[in-house]
Structure formats: C-alpha cells, structure tokens
C-alpha cells in the first residue's frame, strides 16, 4: 500500500481554479470509482470534500469538483476563496477492505 | 449530531503498547454498514491509514502495520479501542478515529478531533 502521489503545493490567487493530482495505481485509484478528497485546516481534524470521485457531501460548496482518468484523480477548485488555504488529502479504496491516502498537497491563496 | 472523541496517553515509552479508544454518538455501531476505523498523521506529514471494525466486527488491517495492532468494540459504550504493540519514536502521531457508513470504506465523513501521542523515553 504505497501512498497516492500528489504535489507537496500548488497556489492560486483569489478568484482563480486550482487543480490537484492524485496519481496510484490500477491497484487503488484506476481500479475503482472509490476515491475520496478531504481538507485539513492547520490544528484541524480532515473534512470530507468529494467522495465517489466527483460527488460532493452536503454543505460543500459547487466549487469543489472531482474527477478520474485512469490512474490518476483530480481535485478542482474554482472561485479560489482565502478560506480555501489548507493541506488537501485525496483517498481511494485499494482491495481487500483496505484504503490508501496520498501525500497531501498545501494550496496557498495568494 | 454525530461526533467522535479519542482518548489516550499523550505519551508512551519505546516498546510500550499504546491503548486508544475512540467514544462516539450520533450513531449505532449495531446499525448494519457502520464502521469505525482509525487514522493517523505524524506531525508535518501525511494522514495513514490504519483500520477498520464494522458493525458485524470484521477486522481490517493496515498491511505493513497489521502485526501490530488489534482493534475491538464495546456496542455498550459506544467505544471502539485500538491497540498498538511496540511503540517507536517514529510512531509519534496524532491518531483520529472516523466514521463509515455503508460499508464505504474510503468515504470518513465524520472524524474526531486527534489525539497527540508522542513516543520518547
């Protein structure tokens, strides 16, 4: 269960979309439409963004979108927001019960 | 409201077993489909993670991590414990326990705020 590979950071200015990989392997993310994105504020426990690669829980603002192809998921999010600045995690189901994260992405709001 | 809080030693020495246990309301682990796993994060780094128990108490483990740790419920209390045998300064980590539904294990929609456990003689 090797970590999912995202970029350390990527950034934005206000107003702007960003987009964040995840890339693993036919074993986790492009076996299975079962990957999961979640936000993390400094000091704060993650929140569920995405789930099902491009659905979005209740509360979640529209500017947050996901998508697959193959290998590899992304995480886009439009009208960047200053409260959007945190560390963003991307998860997929990987077999056998089991679920791999990925490295984890800062996004900075210039 | 669901929530879900761990509790735990904030520190433990080398080779000593860490005991957790995550208590929870706002659901039933009896509800078919609930889980309850635990996650955790060394500082600075990225979120791990280590199993899942389901309402039926199935078990699952993380593979690299599996000969390690034992997770249990207790329905009564609301509580679900995880051990973890061994402990190493590398296992220094603030530790979450969250919440499935449905047997969606990549989907934790509700998480506990972490607790901090260093491991240091």
């Known amino acids: 269960q090797s970590a999912l590979t995202q970029p350390r950071s990527v950034s934005g200015s206000p107003g702007q979309s960003v987009t964040i990989s995840c890339t693993g392997t036919?074993?986790?993310?492009?076996?299975?439409?079962?990957v999961s994105w979640y936000q993390q504020h400094p000091g704060k426990a993650p929140k569920l963004m995405i789930y099902?690669?491009?659905k979005r829980p209740s509360g979640v603002p529209d500017r947050f979108s996901g998508s697959k192809s193959g290998n590899t998921a992304s995480l886009t999010i439009s009208g960047l927001q200053a409260e959007d600045e945190a560390d963003y995690y991307c998860?997929?189901?990987?077999?056998?019960?089991?679920?791999?994260f990925g490295g984890g992405t800062k996004l900075t709001v210039l | 409201q669901v929530t879900l809080r761990e509790s735990g030693p904030a520190l433990v020495k080398p080779t000593q077993t860490l005991t957790l246990t995550c208590t929870f309301s706002?659901?039933?682990?009896?509800?078919?489909?609930?889980?309850v796993s635990w996650i955790r994060q060394p500082p600075g780094k990225a979120l791990e993670w280590l199993a899942h128990?389901?309402?039926?108490?199935?078990?699952y483990y993380s593979t690299s991590l599996k000969t390690r740790l034992t997770i249990s419920k207790d329905t009564s209390k609301n509580q679900v414990v995880l051990t973890m045998t061994n402990m190493d300064p590398v296992d220094t980590a603030t530790y979450y326990c969250?919440?499935?539904?449905?047997?969606?294990?990549?989907?934790?929609?509700?998480w506990g705020q972490g607790i901090l456990v260093t491991v240091s003689s």
């Open positions: 706002g659901f039933s682990l009896n509800t078919r489909g609930m889980c």
């Open positions: 128990i389901d309402w039926d108490d199935n078990k």
């Open positions: 036919s074993s986790d993310v492009g076996g299975y439409y079962f």
């Open positions: 099902d690669v491009n």
């Open positions: 998860c997929s189901y990987a077999g056998s019960y089991t679920v791999v």
């Open positions: 969250a919440r499935i539904q449905t047997l969606r294990w990549y989907e934790f929609d509700s």
